[in-house]
């Protein structure tokens, strides 16, 4: 078993929103590795909602503005 030190989020990757160009950072939140749980889980662009990435999960994925 492998334990995380981050709480229960972390950082996927980033990317950049292909409709509005927003720098993005995309997270996974809540995973736990629990087989059979997994569903597919899109991450939206919070500024124009375009769909900026999507993956098999357990937990949620999100999209964040980058601030800097
Ligand atoms: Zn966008």
Do not use: F, W
């Amino acid at each position: 078993m492998v334990i995380k030190s981050k709480k229960d989020m972390s950082i996927l990757y980033d990317t950049i929103c292909p409709k509005c160009g927003a720098k993005l950072t995309i997270h996974e939140q809540g995973a736990v590795g629990m087989a059979g749980c997994y569903e597919r889980e899109d991450a939206n662009c919070p500024v124009c909602n375009t769909i900026v990435g999507s993956k098999r999960t357990d937990g949620v994925l999100i999209a964040e503005l980058k601030s800097k």
